[in-house]
């Protein structure tokens, strides 16, 4: 009986010691000893940039394509028919052009545009969820909003060391949505598991086809050591991601005030 509990504690340990290697072959800048955030920091001088800037980007194409539409490590343009990594932040951004979309000299600029979808700077601006161009049958076509909504994965993807961007549109909302369910009623958070993206054509309902994302749970992060090493890099990039970040961190600290700062609480837990 004990050497078979032994057996099994070796085997398993192997098996760490095998992932832990994989994850610093597939994904190298985890285990650099670059501090990513003070390096961004310091290179950008505290200049406020938006999140797309930072990362390669991956977009649905139109048409119903199967290929995502991207640009790799050596600033190329490619197609992938797979997007497999480590969701470090899922953003939210729109984009609302007041002239038409089949206008050839439309200004690329936006007349209004949101960073955390909540908050609309430009004209109209303001609060998102009441704008009337936020309606579904406001678009040029009638069958979807005039204000572009969009919510970019920012992932690390095996073999490349700036991250990409992956571009979910509405279409394919609810497979990422019942995708992040699934994780967390198996008690998984994004970013301790791989996600594999895929996509499929579709038929369109009176209009054209279009490419609907397919979103899997891929390879479970099991090992501890990696674990810890994707933390470590969430917390440095992610405010450089996430609009909102500091503001979300003091609520947090609000609600669960450190030790040091809650003498009663300390005493109390001490007695």
Excluded: W
């Excluded at 099994?8 to 098996?15: D, L």
């Excluded at 095996?158 to 609810?174: L, M, Y």
Aim: glycine share 8%.
């Amino acid at each position: 009986m004990n050497t078979t509990i032994e057996e099994t504690k070796v085997k398993a340990e192997k098996i760490m010691e095998n992932q832990l290697s994989i994850y610093k072959g597939n994904f190298p800048i985890l285990f650099s000893p670059i501090d990513i955030g003070k390096a961004l920091q310091e290179n950008l001088g505290g200049e406020q940039i938006a999140a797309r800037e930072l990362f390669f980007t991956a977009k649905i194409p139109s048409g119903g394509s199967t290929e995502f539409e991207m640009v790799d490590s050596e600033g190329e343009e490619t197609t992938t028919k797979e997007i497999k990594g480590i969701i470090l932040h899922i953003g939210h951004t729109r984009s609302y052009h007041r002239a038409k979309y089949s206008d050839p000299d439309a200004d690329p600029i936006p007349n209004c545009s949101s960073e955390d979808g909540i908050v609309g700077i430009g004209e109209p601006g303001g609060d998102c969820s009441s704008c009337p161009l936020n309606e579904y049958g406001t678009a040029e076509n009638k069958r979807a909003k005039a204000c572009c909504e969009y919510k970019p994965l920012y992932m690390l993807t095996p073999g490349i060391a700036r991250p990409i961007a992956v571009r979910i549109s509405p279409g394919s909302f609810k497979a990422l949505n019942n995708h992040l369910i699934n994780l967390s009623m198996s008690g998984v958070q994004k970013h301790q598991v791989e996600t594999v993206i895929s996509l499929k054509k579709v038929k369109g309902n009176g209009g054209p086809d279009f490419s609907q994302a397919i979103v899997k749970k891929g390879d479970r992060i099991n090992n501890a050591k990696v674990l810890e090493q994707v933390e470590s890099y969430r917390a440095g990039i992610l405010p450089f991601l996430d609009p909102n970040h500091a503001s979300r961190m003091a609520g947090i600290k609000a609600i669960n005030p450190v030790e040091e700062n809650n003498p009663v609480e300390k005493d109390q837990n001490a007695a």
